[in-house]
């Protein structure tokens, strides 16, 4: 497809369980980044690539969060052991760039909702 | 460490009217600043962007000023529609002097604007 794609778009899982959500960049673009938004909340920072290492993944609230990308391509972010507090909707965004630089424009996928009952 | 912070909404407006929805940053380096847009249903969007100090970014009737010396980059438009009605973010990628950027995009918490016929 021609955008960020996201999957699943909706998830609701029990208490306990691991989860993973995928997505797959726009093609050709080098940078891919997670975020996380929460109701009421802003867009809070998870993990970035470049290509298919991690510069910065200082936002992954704790050691149950991880991400992974492969071939420079498709990306994994895998939560284990949810908890409540882990609902939220998930954004993934890639860019041809590095954000702020040239041609360092995001764009979205329409993100991942996560229910964990 | 970067923030950014925006005027608290929700904001809801007549047809037409005048909107302003304030922002304001701190920043280590030389940021770029940016407004995404999120409408109903979709995902994020690029709404307009400065680079540097008194650059004004413009998009589909909007305008903000990237003014270094009040750190603010305000969101106007003169006339709005009720097809602006959306959440507004605004977003900073920070970068060094050389102007490399750091990677990643720090939003705001997002101000909910409402324009009513």
């Known amino acids: 497809g021609a955008g960020v794609s996201q999957s699943p778009s909706n998830k609701v899982t029990e208490k306990g369980k691991d989860v993973e959500l995928r997505c797959d960049p726009i093609?050709?673009?080098?940078?891919l980044y997670w975020y996380r938004q929460s109701l009421g909340q802003g867009l809070e920072f998870l993990i970035y690539?470049?290509?298919?290492?991690?510069?910065?993944k200082s936002g992954l609230p704790s050691d149950r969060f991880s991400a992974e990308r492969t071939g420079g391509s498709v990306s994994t972010l895998t939560i284990q052991r949810t908890q409540q507090e882990d609902s939220a909707v998930y954004l993934c965004a890639s860019s041809l760039a590095l954000a702020g630089g040239p041609h360092g424009e995001l764009f979205f996928g329409e993100g991942s909702r996560l229910t964990v009952l | 460490g970067n923030s950014v912070t925006q005027m608290e909404g929700p904001v809801t407006l007549s047809e037409e009217a005048f909107l302003t929805i304030n922002c304001t940053y701190t920043?280590?380096?030389?940021?770029?600043l940016f407004w995404y847009v999120q409408y109903p249903g979709e995902g994020l969007q690029l709404l307009l962007k400065?680079?540097?100090?008194?650059d004004k970014g413009s998009n589909k009737g909007f305008e903000a000023t990237y003014r270094k010396e009040t750190t603010s980059f305000h969101l106007e438009k003169g006339s709005v529609q009720v097809s602006d009605s959306a959440v507004y973010f605004c977003?900073?990628?920070?970068?060094?002097?050389?102007?490399?950027?750091?990677?990643?995009?720090?939003f705001g918490q997002g101000t909910i604007l409402t324009v009513h016929p």
């Open positions: 977003a900073l990628s920070d970068r060094n002097a050389g102007g490399t950027s750091y990677g990643k995009l720090t």
């Open positions: 690539f470049q290509g298919n290492s991690a510069p910065d």
């Open positions: 400065a680079t540097k100090a008194d």
């Open positions: 093609s050709g673009h080098t940078a």
């Open positions: 920043a280590t380096g030389y940021p770029s």
